[in-house]
């Protein structure tokens, strides 16, 4: 599926948005203003954005602990994003849950997740629900190098599988998890790989490159709207922070960070737009300070929101 | 009014609510041949609704949450008590936090209905003969059902499915051929009303699921000495029904808690802490737990020690009466 100048300069702004929110959210959590940890999805932003471009309305995605990005992605207010993240009552959530937690149903973020791989489970309903209303709609579960290795996975695909449910797992490979290497945590070259194994197709494809997903995911995702069943998309990326804000780095190589930073996929993609004249210098700069105003913006709308009052705690513990 | 069997009674809610609602589904390992065939007659009227899921408890568990957060209510038939802790994280964490955390976002909520065969009795050792509803009862965010009778079997069932919150709801194996006169057409059972099903004025046997049948037992053979036992079916864990609890110990001054589980962490526990600190001043004696012991649970002639029986529950009433 080809995109037009349009939607490449609308990729662009996408994934610009995405890394200025992280940068605040790095400096909002340094200067006191978040409670709890965050974690960053810094350098992962291509991933993230390749796959929600190629989503369409009443597709539901599920998430795990880093799901900012996808959240910005999805099209989410940064606005009540930020104050989600900072424990205020105008948050998505009423500032009840924080970064690990959010949701805005309206978008399509059904849930994010404090579990690693808990997603996975969850979004096997998601695609059944999908499959039962007829919309032609599919679900997104995103797990990690790490999450890949959990029973929920496998569990989830068997399922998705076996029942042809309209699901793409998209593993977002950043090469470490928690303080481990993946390579010291799975015993195949690649988590694509384990697809023959469900007998479904697995590719992994350049994760900083937000177009080389968008096509995968395209792929995928007219397999399973077409009723074939599910999808595992590995996406090799890089996190260019820690696992939480605070991390000093534990697993990463001296020298790595530089290296991955010659592949960011901001720089590269400004590049490729500017060598096939779809955006000038001047536009993208345009573009930057555009989603600059915007994180400033989503700043000061949190920190004007209060904290909510005592007494919304036994709020919706349950429906009724 | 017909007579129904438990089995009949919780199929017959599936296959109205299902006649109503196009949306609701159900997933589970063996409806056509697991435990206790409860909803076959469901099944068989809306076989497109029953989705024969492969073992993957997990998963399986994670299908009915996810369906649920998307809009479609689901009946997850977790087949044994046992089981649920393959999926327990899909289950008190995913599922029991999600109307939480999105705090009237979602309009359809998360109405998921996870059902389980628990209890002793049918000889099926370690693995199979789990009551864990302590465990439920203490997330919150969960509802947790225990019909002892057909009627209230049927009518609990579909509130649980209309609810919006995850409900649990656990059966015990051997009520299933157990009958009783049945409304016909859908009918609600609200959750979180216990009732009286033998009034009395001398103890108060505070009780849920099978063991309420044996506390009518014991009920009659207390009569024939002169003791008046009031047998109060809880029906729902949670939300608990406490004024009932209170109002009937209030009355009685006495209480017995008789319930299947263990002992130790029990959910009997939990009621005799309720009634300790809030009728305290009415009670004539301490609150006693007729229970099962804290061991895992051995089969055949053995399993016999476990099971709750009309004397044993007369032994803790003659506690409260200081014999």
Redesign the interface.
Known sequence: MSLSKEQKRKMYKSLVLVRKFEEKMRECFLANKIPGFVHPYLGEEAVAVGVCSALIEGDKVFTHHRGTGHALALGCDPNRVMAEIFGKKDGLNGGRVGQMHLTDVAKGLVASNGIVGGAAPLSVGGAFACKHKKQGNLAIAFCGDGGSNRGTVHEALVVASVKKLPLIMVVENNLIQGANRFADMCNTETIACRAAGYGIPGVTVDGNDPEAVYEAVCQAAERARSGEGPSIIECLTWRMDGHYIGDTGFGKLPGENEEWQKKDPIKLYSEKLIAGKIATQAELDAMDAEAAEVVEAAEAFADNSPFPDKSVITNNVYAC | MSEMTYSKAMADSVKLEMDKNP?L?YIGEDPAGGAMLVFMDAMMAHPDRF?V??I?E???????????????P?IVDMMYADLMPC?M??IY??AA??????????PT???VVFRAMSGIGTGEGLHHSHNLEAWFCHI??L?VIEPAFPDDAKGLFTAAIR???PVICFTHRKLGTTKCEVPEGEYVVPLGKARIVREGKDVTLISWSYPVLICLQAAAELAEKGIEAEVLDLRTLVPLDREAVMDSVRKTGRAVIVSEEHKTGSFAGEISALLAEEVFGSLKAPVVRCTTLDTPVPFAALEDEYVITPEKIIQAVKKTLGD
């Open positions: 949306d589904t989705a899921s492969t993957t997990t998963a399986n568990a994670g299908y009915g949450v996810g369906a649920a957060m998307c809009g479609l689901t999926a994280d899909e964490n995913q936090n999600q109307n939480y955390i999105y705090n009237g976002q979602n909520h998360c109405p919150p965010g509802k609810d919006g919150s």
